[in-house]
């Protein structure tokens, strides 16, 4: 493997990120989400709830996992504390990310005032949320109940949570149903023909919306196969590991195809002249590094990989802050509602590229 990975200035970066993305902040509130009912939310700054924070929280967590950095970990700690004090939002798909962190922080420290709201929410995401026809968890958001709709999204979202706290607490029913989620969103959002995920699947008209293959869509899938694999520890001639290790290689190999000369990915994969989009490609490195460092693919996909790395890094701006970040993006029914999604910091572009650098500081070991 190459050493080629600076360590002192990965470490460096990433403490930028870390200052960039919590100090976000929406000050002309463009990017607010404004609700029917009167409710705000605030997706941008570091204080809301949703899922862009959860994905914060991921990466710092994974940050401070390798570092053992207390400032990484007193963010994570605070932000909990404080939402906590404001009381939980409705429970849906994307409010569900945020236990993936805490999940895993309570592993580490078992700490009592923690334990009641992960047990409660992972009975609702196995109990009470929604489900599609043939089981499927439908892509509740706040917006919209998005009735018989399932996203690649949920399965970084809120199927991660589930199958981490599923193994936490000791509830097989939990981890099977996590399982079951995978292989059902595989099923209907895999695009047999490229190996790249559709944004969505619709079972009301059964269609695919635009047919999009959305970069950041298909990153969630490159980012939370290996997270459930290394979770789940199965014997390699496990049939649910060897499928999802197959799906990881067919996408693996279009994404290898796809690629920028920059090392980015255009937002629409199979459109080069869309705009490239940072944190896909964060995410597509982030997944990539880890699936090769823990064997669930093989190294002739490191070059893409390490391509992406520097990508990414060459899109941090000196403040700290990835640049060419698409804001959250709704299910679009024409490609060209990807092609003009506004380019804005996020707190998930900020997280990602944190993952990203994470596991290229495994490159330099």
């Known amino acids: ?45 570091w204080a809301g709830w949703e899922w862009t924070h959860g994905i914060g929280l991921f990466g710092l967590f994974r940050y401070q996992e390798v570092t053992g950095s207390v400032q990484a970990r007193q963010i994570i700690d ?22 993936l962190t805490l999940s895993w922080r309570y592993q580490k420290e078992p700490r009592s005032d923690w334990r009641a709201y992960l047990e409660t929410w992972g009975d609702a995401l196995y109990r009470q949320m929604p489900r599609t026809d043939e089981g499927c968890m439908q892509h509740v958001t706040y917006e919209n109940p998005h009735r ?5 999204d949920t399965l970084m979202m809120a199927v991660l949570p589930l199958a981490k706290l599923g193994l936490l607490f000791d509830r097989p029913r939990w981890v099977e149903e996590a399982k079951f989620q995978f292989l059902q969103h595989l ?16 079972f009301e008209g059964r269609h695919h919306f635009a047919g999009a293959l959305w970069a950041r869509g298909n990153s969630w899938i490159t980012l939370a196969i290996p997270e459930l694999l290394e979770m789940l520890n199965l014997d390699e001639h496990d049939a649910f590991r060897r499928q999802l290790c197959g799906i990881l290689e067919n996408q693996a190999a279009a994404l290898a195809r796809s690629q920028c000369e920059n090392g980015l990915w255009p937002t629409l994969l199979d ?21 090769i460092r823990l064997g669930y693919l093989n190294a002739s996909y490191l070059p893409a990989a390490q391509r992406a790395l520097a990508g990414v890094i060459q899109h941090i701006s000196p403040q700290g802050e990835l640049t060419q ?20 910091p996020m707190p998930y572009g900020q997280a990602m590229a944190i993952l990203c650098l994470v596991e290229g500081l495994y490159l330099s070991l």
């Open 187 to 202: 099923h209907y959002l895999t695009d047999r023909k490229s190996g790249l995920w559709f944004h969505g699947w619709n």
């Open 78 to 99: 605070d932000w909990f504390a404080t939402r906590f004090a404001e009381g939980t939002p409705e429970k849906n798909i994307n409010t569900a990310c945020p236990f």
């Open 271 to 291: 459109d080069p002249q869309s705009y490239p989009e940072a944190s896909a490609t964060a995410g597509f490195a982030a997944g990539l590094l880890k699936a």
């Open 325 to 344: 970040v698409s804001f959250g993006t709704s299910m679009g029914h024409t490609l060209d509602h990807y092609r003009t999604i506004p380019l804005t």
């Open 148 to 152: 018989q709709q399932i996203w690649d």
């Open 1 to 45: 493997m190459s050493h080629n990975v600076n360590r002192r200035e990965t470490l460096l970066l990433i403490e930028k990120l870390i200052d960039s993305m919590i100090a976000i902040e929406d000050n002309q509130g463009q990017f607010l989400q404004r609700l029917p009912d009167g409710r705000v939310i605030d997706t941008k700054g």
